[in-house]
């Protein structure tokens, strides 16, 4: 079967459009379909091996649109989500286990076509560490598809279509220029703050899309979590696709797999991990604790890991029972405007209301009202500001 018919039944059998995916496809079975020749049986068994990778890519696709979905909806709702940096609590099995999945993983990724293809064609090799994080940040395989690690890029200057930036490199020995134009714009960052291919953007930042640009971003593969700006079709867009491909492969997180195939080197070995999504205001937070465990850790670190995460993040210090009671009876006995206390509690009364209210148990009694305000303070900023900063 000729590619352009490859192309002309895939596209009409399960509806995707993606060229890269179809090139790839028709190139690992190609072998497979010259054996066919013209036998409809065959080559109908062929697609059937096909149908399971298409499968996984479907549902690959979904993910990433669930994804998109969820950070839109993170930026309009101002949600932080991060990392908790408390690492694991070591233990001898665990980190054998896990070294040795990512041992496993790293020799059968790196004998992917994807990955050995993509350094072939792009990189030439492997890089290190630095080369890679200079790859990750670089304009050139931002904007085109080759792996040039050296350029010059000049300041922003402007013309009738409006700003740009000149990147010159060479490839191939020739001299090239390229004029880049910006892909999004940061509105917090001053006067619309522009972001060129090869610049990075934090999570927190709020992001808009310049009509016309194409863009995509890929997450940095960086514990900072910023992620690099790159358009379509270029180097690091196809590294991002690729990256994505190993999720659903070897079950890499997306910033994992792009490292590995630019640098070879094994995935950080994992067995549990914390994320700390929260919501704050003026008045309150809130804030969700997740933990990834792998089922075969045992309950004893899992019990202990959140106890570290616990005592690291939440901020209740001197929350007791009488602490909480103390401020659900001062809130209870204040006016309130707007969630906030309309005006300075009466400490001296509400002390001895409380205490009226507990004429025979010492263990609640205040003899000073400051310790009943002190009380009070620590049992609004554990209740309602959980999380310590």
Known sequence: MSKRDFERKFRGRYKIKDPDYVKDLYEEYETDFDNAGKNEERIEEVFDL??????????GRARERAERERDQKKRNEHVDEEQVPIPPPWGAYEMARAKAVSEYVAKVASADKLTTKYRERVLGRTLTAQEAERFLSSPVAASVRTGILEYEIKEQAEDDDGPYRVLRYG???????????????????????????????????????????????????MRSGDSVVAKSNSALDLLAKQAERFFRRYLLEPEDAAWLILTGENPQPKYMSAKSSSVSSDYLSRAVLTLTVEPWVSPEKVTSYYRDIRQSILQDAGSKDRTVEVFRFVVAHTEVEESTLKKTPQWSHLCNLWNAEHPDDPGKRFSDYRDFRRSYIRGRDAIAFPISE
């Open 171 to 221: 490839y191939a020995g020739c001299d090239l220029e390229l004029r880049l134009r910006p892909v999004l714009r940061i509105p917090d960052r001053g006067d619309s703050f522009m972001v060129y291919p090869g610049d990075t953007i934090s999570p927190e930042e709020r992001w808009q899309a310049i009509p016309d640009q194409n863009a995509n971003v890929l997450l940095l593969p």
């Open 50 to 59: 096909i149908d399971a990778r298409v499968s996984d890519y479907k549902r």
